[in-house]
């Protein structure tokens, strides 16, 4: 086989999936790149719509917003996957079975779990029916602007945690055992078997899930726009929901373009850094 | 598999209260699917059995949800997600063939490129793109709702390791007996990748059922809605059918949650594969 038929072969092979990247990534970003430069007014390129997004308090609000969400829900959510994790990775009847059920949550699209938690944080729903049988206060969640945001990150967390506990639970058992045959000779106890083996060995898993959990919280929408579309008083409104609103509700697209960008700018970034993390498995190649 | 394998009754006993904890919003979705609407919130306060055990049981919500367009939709929903299947592990497999196999300039940045934009979650650029699909009367049509699913990172990453562990012999003696590329893909490849194809499925399968989004963007028209959107609609009515909503909710939710127990080892595998396991 000659040099030119193996190009000729990759590109028939490359060819549909290359179309899908032009038609559903690029060339959008381009348009979105293209809009956000172009001022309401026409008159040429300018940063003007940027300009305009970071001097609007509802955009700069929902950046404050967003990034209180993702300092909570991304240490929350690692920890209790690690929590899991650790108390799954384990042989008893059924292991499997306990695994699935909390895996099963991920696979139900958002808009379900939103609904059967929106009626679930009902003041007369179940969670109050909750607290009340364990002698606690009812409470407001999603009606109050004190607990809307903590009501979202109940639910994306009750969403994922599954999810990223098995990424952990695989790199847990990758962990030679050897490794904590050595320490406990050297009479390590339990917190140091953790502290000294576990954790350093999970690093990769870890840092994965950090980032990977970063790119899926930051564009959390399906929650939102059913259950509070951002509020009480901007307390729930996420950057996903900013965007929808203003091409679709308020109809700005000179600002959902630019917003467009910042977000697919940040997100770009994190997923390069996720890609890194993936490929640095088969660097023998 | 280093798990700790001294059994403990203590460690089981908190597996199986957390397994229920994670449950119970999905149990309590259930009952409440089949007991009369008016019974749904009389049984909360305070909270007793008769919260998690419906005292009469009726099937009226599970009939009552397919009078109106809901049936439409969850008929486009399973359409769609069985196309996007298809369709994807079609494109994904043959791309992923191409950066595992075939040897050419530039492959590594090809990937990298590739890899890089299917990552990014689809809903991030799904206002552009909403203008040119728009633009291309792609509006409330199949193809609008299937397109954006087919190209999968995940996927495509994924099939690409696969497609890397399988030896080099095996091809160079598909050569000699004188096959193609494409023979050795559909013959050679594809036959070895059972396991891995599973998993690009089970992937293309749950963001494909999940879309939310996209589709309440591409097709607000009855004929084309998807179940994820008419279940936030049917939820936003101003009296809403508590009955019906959660009849609604289990069955959209019962098909994913079929499909993940039954190959839950394929698709944690899958999700582990991409996770930077050493």
């Given amino acids: 086989m000659t040099q030119r038929s193996a190009i000729l072969a990759a590109l028939a092979?490359?060819?549909?999936?290359?179309?899908?990247?032009?038609?559903?990534?690029?060339?959008?970003?381009?348009?979105?790149?293209?809009?956000?430069l172009i001022p309401p007014g026409g008159g040429g390129y300018s940063l003007?719509?940027?300009?305009?997004?970071?001097t609007d308090p509802v955009f700069l609000n929902s950046l404050k917003v967003t990034i209180v969400f993702l300092l909570i829900v991304n240490p929350l959510q690692i920890a209790i996957s690690l929590a899991l994790a650790l108390l799954m990775n384990t042989m008893v009847p059924l292991i499997g079975f306990w695994r699935t059920v909390i895996l099963l949550p991920v696979a139900i699209p958002q808009s379900v779990s939103a609904v059967v938690w929106g009626v679930a944080l009902r003041p007369d729903g179940l969670v109050n029916a909750v607290l009340v049988a364990l002698g606690m206060e009812p409470q407001r969640f999603l009606t109050s602007s004190d607990q809307a945001l903590a009501s979202i990150i109940l639910i994306v967390s009750w969403i994922g945690v599954g999810y990223w506990m098995t990424f952990i639970l695989a790199g847990l058992q990758d962990i030679p055992k050897s490794l904590y045959e050595a320490v406990r000779i050297d009479g390590a106890n339990r917190w140091q078997q953790f502290r000294f083996v576990t954790l350093p060995q999970l690093r990769r898993p870890l840092t994965f899930v950090l980032v990977a959990n970063t790119v899926a919280n930051?564009?959390?929408?399906?929650?939102?726009?059913?259950?509070?579309?951002?509020?009480?008083e901007g307390s729930?409104?996420?950057i996903m929901n900013t965007v929808y609103t203003q091409a679709f509700i308020i109809s700005d697209p000179e600002s959902a373009a630019a917003s467009t960008v910042?977000?697919?700018?940040?997100v770009l970034l994190i997923v390069i850094l996720q890609f890194r993390l993936m490929r640095a498995e088969d660097s023998n190649e | 598999m280093n798990s700790d394998k001294r059994f403990s009754y203590a460690r089981f006993a908190v597996i199986v209260l957390v397994a229920i904890v994670f449950f119970v919003p999905l149990w309590w979705m259930t009952v409440s699917a089949f007991r009369p609407t008016d019974a749904i919130f009389r049984y909360l306060s305070p909270l007793s059995p008769w919260s998690f055990f419906p005292r009469t049981w009726t099937l009226e919500n599970i009939t009552g949800i397919w009078y109106g367009n809901f049936g439409r939709a969850i008929f486009n929903s399973i359409f769609i997600t069985l196309v996007t299947v298809v369709l994807g592990l079609a494109i994904c497999s043959t791309a992923a063939f191409a950066l595992a196999v075939i040897e050419f300039p530039f492959r590594k940045s090809v990937f990298m490129v590739m890899v890089i934009s299917f990552l990014i979650p689809f809903d991030a650029i799904a206002v552009p793109l909403y203008g040119i699909m728009r633009m291309m009367n792609l509006q409330n049509t199949y193809t609008g709702l299937i397109l954006p699913g087919i190209g999968n990172g995940l996927a495509v990453f994924l099939l690409r390791q696969f497609f890397l562990g399988i030896p080099k012999e095996l091809r160079e003696a598909a050569f000699v007996d004188g096959m193609g590329w494409f023979g050795i893909y559909w013959r050679v490849y594809l036959?070895?990748?059972?396991?891995?194809?599973?998993?690009?499925?089970?992937?293309?399968?749950?963001?494909?059922?999940?879309?939310?989004?996209w589709p309440l963007l591409i097709a607000p028209a009855p004929d084309y809605k998807v179940a994820a959107v008419a279940i936030a609609q049917f939820s936003a009515e101003y009296n809403p059918n508590f009955g019906l909503i959660f009849a609604a909710s289990l069955v959209i939710s019962v098909i994913p949650m079929i499909v993940l127990t039954v190959l839950q080892r394929y698709y944690s595998t899958s999700v582990a594969s991409t996770g930077g396991k050493e």
């Fill in chain 2, 191 to 213: 036959p070895l990748s059972g396991p891995a194809m599973l998993s690009a499925a089970l992937i293309l399968f749950v963001f494909q059922w999940q879309a939310y989004l």
């Fill in chain 1, 262 to 266: 910042v977000l697919v700018g940040v």
């Fill in chain 1, 218 to 232: 930051f564009l959390i929408f399906a929650p939102v726009q059913i259950l509070t579309a951002g509020g009480p």
């Fill in chain 1, 48 to 54: 003007e719509n940027f300009r305009y997004i970071f």
């Fill in chain 1, 236 to 238: 729930t409104d996420l």
């Fill in chain 1, 13 to 36: 092979f490359l060819m549909p999936a290359l179309v899908s990247v032009f038609l559903l990534r690029l060339w959008p970003a381009a348009v979105a790149v293209n809009t956000s």
